[in-house]
């Protein structure tokens, strides 16, 4: 199998997290690909030019890291990281809700690039709004976010691990101390180490 990736992108690093914490190393080939580049193979596995892109080992096209993360979780029944039991809708929402700050944060990223004379501060701020606004939720319930490890998890570390990276003017810390508390020990994990775009 491949798994095109950027290095940056925190929607690529999902999926290389489930490769290494499923230990998938062996069966999925990573390729750096720059999705702002002229990247043929890219295209041919996603016509959205878009990374994560996965290609089976039976050459099908598998996109969006939802989707990718998925297909890998149910290459291997352990660790299972979408719960075949009750909690499953719960951790599937959670990770929706961590995609949630991912999407928020990134399209800050992307207006920013634009020239300053052609930036929304309408949506700037409220991309802002939800993404604090979301982290305060978690603050409140983490539940989502404990015990075995989940893909929640995954998707929470690779939101805020984003925010830290490319957006450390959003202070999301202040007056959330347990998603810090959280977040300091996750990022602890050797996957999130391996996978961290600052030392790319």
């Given amino acids: 199998m491949k798994l095109y990736f950027a290095n940056t992108s925190p929607y690529a690093r999902k999926a290389r ?6 230990d998938l190393e062996p069966q999925v080939e990573c390729i750096f690909r720059n999705p702002f580049e002229e990247s043929p193979d890219l295209k041919q596995a996603n016509p959205l030019g878009k990374v994560p892109a996965l290609i ?12 990718i993360c998925a297909f890998l979780d149910a290459l291997t029944p352990e660790p299972r990281l979408i719960p075949d039991d009750g909690t499953r809708w719960h951790v599937l929402t959670a990770e929706a809700l961590a995609d949630g ?27 802002e709004t939800a993404i604090l606004r979301t982290v305060s939720a978690l603050e409140a319930d983490l539940s989502a976010f404990t015990g075995n490890l989940n ?5 929470l570390g690779a939101a805020l691990g984003y925010l830290d990276f490319r957006l450390p003017d959003i202070d999301w810390r202040t007056g959330d101390p347990k998603v810090s508390a959280w977040f300091a020990e996750f990022a602890e994990r050797p996957a999130m180490k391996a996978t961290d775009p600052a030392s790319a």
């Fill in 101 to 127: 700050i991912l999407d928020a944060a990134f399209a800050i990223v992307m207006e920013r690039r634009r020239p300053e004379e052609q930036q929304s501060p309408m949506w700037l701020e409220r991309w």
């Fill in 56 to 67: 089976t080992a039976e050459g099908q096209a598998v996109f969006d890291s939802p989707v």
């Fill in 17 to 22: 997290m489930v490769i290494l914490e499923k």
């Fill in 151 to 155: 893909l929640a998890q995954i998707a």
